[in-house]
């Protein structure tokens, strides 16, 4: 057999090896980022404030069906990664069989439960009078390409696992431009107002899931059969177990969504809800550097575990935060600065009836205040990110998944829980620099003592 590009994850230089991996997925995630800027800027300025709240309250349920693909490929490739490591290239493929069948059978159940009861769902996510019909509409529509989506997150991680970042950058950046060409020309030029920025999102998932087929039938080293789509008890139970800590995580941020939508509705009004469809997007935006390192920190910290190159994966964590530390910190400035431009850009101040340019000037008067809040400490995230990636990718289940959880679940949640009944929608914005405070504090400590005694102990003996 020819020397595979994944063993590169065990030879070349750290700092090289992690700007090969990181940018391209940072790149990735950027446009992939800008892309949800772009479309709400189009369905703020061209549909509506309560186009924003619509599809806020969407989100977190479609969320959590395409994360269940994100948490099956970032668990999975974690099993995948160690057997490329250890040179088992057979249980590999029979890994990513399974990841694709465990992904079909989950999405698609989910899919269908949403779709049956619809209406039960919107009324939980907080969905209002003033905005029910239009988030109805676009849910219906993004929900019938959802499992695409979830096999395309799925597969993304596995083209990573096998040291092919740049295609894994090329499956993010394909469908977010054809997203938002579409929402152009539906939206805009065609005037079909919620349903066509639905309609736009479905077709990006088709454009996505298009892409990643023909990379595993054309340029993948993983050879699928129909015997290694069978599920297997022991991969099973693999894959699961590593990929409750992603779906956890990531579940737990679509209940803190459906969470937050009804604490501001019920202390605050649909615009709030539309303030934090805004600063959410800022929120991924300016954390892509910061998620791209973690991506491609995962497969390298991965490999050289499962090599037994331990001095190596020591090296990966220091050069990974070091790295995104940077980076966050860059974005934040940026952010921090210029709140109040980054909002106006959601909103329209022409053209619209006189209902809309009062929405949106009170959109304008809280949303900055609102996004220095939440932004206020975000670089320090960049440690619990990492941290808890870590013991994820070395295949630590259970650890991994208490950390993932420190921000959003063990903190967050209980904090816009408590501090919105005494101090209002506030309460819900402070809730967040927080709980990043917490969570970066606990999970520097059990970071720094796994380095201390695992991993300098292993390399010394």
Partial sequence: ??????????????????????????????????NMIVDTIFVGRWIGPQAISAITVVIPFTFFIAAIGLAIGIGGSSVLSRALGAGDDKKAVQIFGNQITLTLLLSGGLAIAGLVFEDYFIDFF?????????????????????????????GNNVIRAEGKPKFAMYAMILPAVGNIGMDYLLIYTFGCGIEGAAWATFISYIVCFVFIVWFFIAKSELRIKFQSLQLRTKIVKEIGSL???????????????????????????????????????????????????????????????GAQQYARVRETINTSVKYA???????????????????????????????????????????????????????????????????QSIGKAVPALLLSLTKQGFFLIPLILILPPFLGVW???????IADILSTLVTGYYLHKEVKTTLVVASET
């Fill in 325 to 391: 530390g940077v980076l966050a910190l860059m974005i934040f400035a940026i952010i921090m600065s210029f709140p109040d431009f980054f909002v106006s850009i959601f909103l329209s101040d022409k053209g619209s009836d006189a209902q809309t340019l009062a929405d949106n000037a009170i959109l304008l008067s809280r949303t900055p205040d609102a996004l220095r809040w939440v932004f206020a400490v975000t670089p320090i995230i960049v440690i619990q990110l990492i941290g808890s990636a870590y013991f």
């Fill in 243 to 305: 990929s409750s800590v992603t779906l956890a995580r990531q579940g737990t941020i679509s209940v803190l969504g459906i969470l937050l939508n009804n604490v501001l509705i019920t202390y605050g009004d649909s615009l709030d809800v539309a303030s934090y469809g805004i600063i959410s997007r800022m929120l991924m935006f300016a954390l892509f550097p910061v998620i791209g390192v973690t991506q491609g920190f995962m497969p390298i910290a991965g490999y050289n575990y």
């Fill in 126 to 154: 907080g969905a209002t009078d003033s905005f029910k019909g239009m988030a109805l509409t676009y849910y219906r529509i993004v929900l019938y390409g959802i499992v695409m989506l979830a096999l395309c997150m799925m």
């Fill in 1 to 34: 057999m020819s020397k595979k590009q994944s063993t590169a994850l065990g030879i070349e230089p750290i700092s090289k090896l992690l700007i090969k991996q990181a940018v391209p997925a940072s790149i990735g995630i950027l446009v992939m980022s800008l």
């Fill in 427 to 433: 309460g819900v914005w402070i809730a967040f620099p």
